[in-house]
């Protein structure tokens, strides 16, 4: 597609429930971002992937927090156990390198509210 | 950890005025960023600064990246209606992995 697409755009789940988030980077870029974004609150780094690897996992806030990618191209970042504080905004980022100076173009992100 | 600082919070103005947005880091940023989030979207890149004492324009948008490479600011001149948004700086580590200031709101008084 022409930019980077998420899905679902909105997920309300019980506490406990598992969620899966899904993202779409654009075509041939070869690094993926996950940022959560709370209320009133700036983007926090989640998770960085270079192909299907992740060599920066250091944003995860729990164990309950896991990410893939596979093919180089869709990343699918699950929560298990959810919890009220997991509600925010996930935004996925995606660029052609992921080295220094590389732009960063985001999906518009899923919503995520836990009850 | 890194932080950005950003603030005030929210800045309200008058169409036609100029405004400017600072940020300042506790660390040195190798890239500054400066981003505008629309409601219910991403964020997307307005300005990027790679070399201390930068001074980048885009269009109605300057932004200057210090030479103490732990701030930068943006202005936005002559604004209109649409520039109605969030406005985030994030400094670029070694790997790209971006951190973010808290943003601030600005709204455009017709």
């Known amino acids: 597609g022409a930019g980077v697409s998420q899905s679902p755009s909105n997920k309300v789940t019980e506490k406990g429930k598992d969620v899966e988030l899904r993202c779409d980077p654009i075509?041939?870029?070869?690094?993926l971002y996950w940022y959560r974004q709370s209320l009133g609150q700036g983007l926090e780094f989640l998770i960085y992937?270079?192909?299907?690897?992740?060599?920066?996992k250091s944003g995860l806030p729990s164990d309950r927090f896991s990410a893939e990618r596979t093919g180089g191209s869709v990343s699918t970042l699950t929560i298990q156990r959810t919890q009220q504080e997991d509600s925010a905004v996930y935004l996925c980022?995606?660029?052609?390198?992921?080295?220094?100076?590389?732009?960063?173009?985001f999906g518009p992100g899923t919503r995520l509210t836990v009850l | 950890g890194q932080q950005l600082n950003q603030s005030p919070q929210s800045m309200f103005i008058q169409e036609g005025e100029d405004v400017s947005m600072n940020c300042t880091s506790s660390?040195?940023?190798?890239?500054w960023l400066w981003y505008k989030q629309d409601p219910g979207e991403g964020p997307v890149l307005l300005i990027a600064?790679?070399?201390?004492?930068e001074l980048t324009s885009n269009g109605r948008l300057t932004a200057q990246f210090g030479i103490t490479r732990k701030d930068s600011f943006l202005n936005i001149s002559a604004s209109i209606p649409s520039d109605v948004g969030i406005y985030f700086c994030?400094?670029?580590?070694?790997?790209?992995?971006?951190?973010f200031g808290k943003g601030i709101t600005l709204s455009v008084r017709p």
């Open positions: 994030a400094g670029a580590g070694a790997n790209s992995k971006l951190t």
């Open positions: 980022a995606s660029s052609f390198l992921g080295q220094g100076g590389d732009t960063q173009y």
């Open positions: 075509s041939g870029h070869t690094a």
């Open positions: 600064l790679y070399k201390a004492g």
């Open positions: 992937f270079q192909g299907n690897s992740a060599p920066d």
């Open positions: 660390s040195i940023f190798n890239t």
